[in-house]
């Protein structure tokens, strides 16, 4: 049995799961702007008193691993890191891409249609991808236009499904008949059978080599 903390900050949703093999056994999703840096351990210490089990108990810790919020993921990768340093545990870095767009897959069982998953970004601008049912990236992620002109010419072909926090940007710019939206949250509880499957294969982050996939450089906000 392998228990890994799967930890989530890449948008205002600061979520934790602690998984056993792939299967979530507990898990809580806080949806207070801004509360990261205050929410994220008392989260995780009632989990552990949820469960019964505690940080020896754990086989690895998993984190989101961007894109999404700036500070959202710094928090909780630091957050990470800091346990696996402590406790000697291997760190897995989950794209946060990744479990959005599987939980959209399962949502709407369209395996013909396309993927893409929405986080905000600065501006006019959202970090999206586009992935097929089976999970393969047809566009990698980025920073685009939030008309998704881009993808005009997948739409020729395939309804695409939008979700995520960044709908809300894109909602009034995109124009085809073939987009679908799907309002979901980011959470770890969708975290567990990647961070599973990396535990598996060994595909550990090196903890002095610890990279955030920002996608942007940080422009900070003036007052």
């Known amino acids: ?5 799967n930890i989530e900050t890449a948008t205002e949703v600061c979520s934790v799961c602690i998984s056993e093999n792939q299967h979530p056994v507990a898990w809580t999703d806080i949806k207070e702007p801004n509360s990261h840096s205050t929410s994220l351990t008392p989260a995780i210490e009632q989990l552990f008193s949820k469960t019964g089990k505690n940080l020896r108990d754990l086989h690895a810790v998993a984190f989101s691993s961007g894109p999404g919020s700036f500070t ?7 957050t990470a890191l800091g346990i696996c340093y402590a406790m000697n545990l291997p760190l897995i870095a989950v794209p946060t891409f990744l479990p959005m767009t599987q939980a959209a897959i ?18 006019n601008e959202v970090f999206c991808a586009l992935y ?25 072909k395939h309804i695409i499904f939008l979700f995520g926090n960044g709908l809300q940007k894109v909602k009034e710019s995109v124009t ?13 509880y ?12 060994e595909k550990f982050t090196n903890l002095h080599e610890l990279r955030i996939e920002y996608l942007k450089n940080f422009v900070p906000k003036k007052n």
């Open 106 to 123: 399962t949502e709407t069982g369209n395996k013909e249609a396309l993927y893409c998953p929405l986080i905000a970004s600065v501006k």
């Open 190 to 201: 969708y975290m567990p059978s990647f961070s599973f499957q990396y535990f598996q294969l």
């Open 1 to 5: 049995m392998i228990r890994i903390l």
């Open 132 to 156: 097929n049912s089976a999970l393969q990236e047809i566009e990698p992620p980025s920073a685009r236009d939030q008309s998704l002109d881009s993808f005009q010419p997948y739409l020729r």
């Open 72 to 78: 959202g993921l710094r928090i909780g990768a630091a």
């Open 176 to 188: 085809s008949n073939n987009y679908r939206f799907i309002q979901l949250s980011n959470s770890a």
